[in-house]
T-cell receptor, first 113, second 112 residues
Framework: GNSVTQMEGPVTLSEEAFLTINCTYT??????LFWYVQYPGEGLQLLLK?????DKGSNKGFEATYRKETTSFHLEKGSVQVSDSAVYFC????????????FGKGTRLHILP | DSGVTQTPKHLITATGQRVTLRCSPR?????VYWYQQSLDQGLQFLIQ???????AKGNILERFSAQQFPDLHSELNLSSLELGDSALYFC???????????FGPGTRLTVL
């Protein structure tokens, strides 16, 4: 079946450090892939998406590339800020859009000033 | 702002009671999803509706029910509430080709 595995947190970094949050998936065909972010006390927000292999999604300095060969969609940012502290969820939407979206368990990120 | 609205924002009630949570999807979205998020941050999928009909069920308790109305808004009904039902309840909607879901701000339910 479809599944998403992302690195467990919490992840603690200093401001301006490089960020990578790993995400791998299992799915048939070519699902769409997403990263969502949840700031404290808020709902999930779509951060970026990629709908086909080799696509790069980007937003707010974050990037993730759809790697079919490694079934991965790792989230990266070159220089994190305190305001990036949040929970990040990797997710996939199967090719059959009738199937529900699958979320990873979330990774909590703490950025220290 | 995702375009998805949820009311109320907070709800405090007692065990054994019944509550109704309301969600209005983004304009044009036909699918509505309900999720429960507990303190350990994980998202539990409860149920999906598409254009008024139930499409998929997840880990939804028998004490919980939902419906989607002709104007596409949805309600989640929680009855015989227990302390363990205290959580954040999110509604999401989708309608695009990518399958992306857009989340509301959530309802925080506290059962005392």
């Amino acid at each position: 079946g479809n599944s998403v595995t992302q690195m467990e947190g919490p992840v603690t970094l200093s401001e301006e450090a490089f960020l990578t949050i790993n995400c791998t998936y299992t799915a048939t065909g070519y699902p769409s892939l997403f990263w969502y972010v949840q700031y404290p006390g808020e709902g999930l927000q779509l951060l970026l998406k990629a709908t086909k292999a080799d696509d790069k999604g980007s937003n707010k300095g974050f990037e993730a590339t759809y790697r079919k060969e490694t079934t991965s969609f790792h989230l990266e940012k070159g220089s994190v800020q305190v305001s990036d502290s949040a929970v990040y969820f990797c997710a996939l939407s199967p090719m059959n859009r009738d199937d529900k979206i699958i979320f990873g368990k979330g990774t909590r990120l703490h950025i220290l000033p | 702002d995702s375009g998805v609205t949820q009311t109320p924002k907070h709800l405090i009630t007692a065990t054994g009671q019944r509550v109704t949570l309301r969600c209005s999807p983004r304009s044009g979205d036909l699918s509505v999803y309900w999720y429960q998020q507990s303190l350990d941050q994980g998202l539990q999928f409860l149920i999906q509706y598409y254009n008024g009909e139930e499409r998929a069920k997840g880990n939804i308790l028998e004490r919980f029910s939902a419906q989607q109305f002709p104007d596409l808004h949805s309600e989640l009904n929680l009855s015989s509430l227990e302390l363990g039902d205290s959580a954040l309840y999110f509604c999401a909607s989708s309608g695009g080709r990518s399958g992306a879901q857009f989340f509301g701000p959530g309802t925080r339910l506290t059962v005392l």
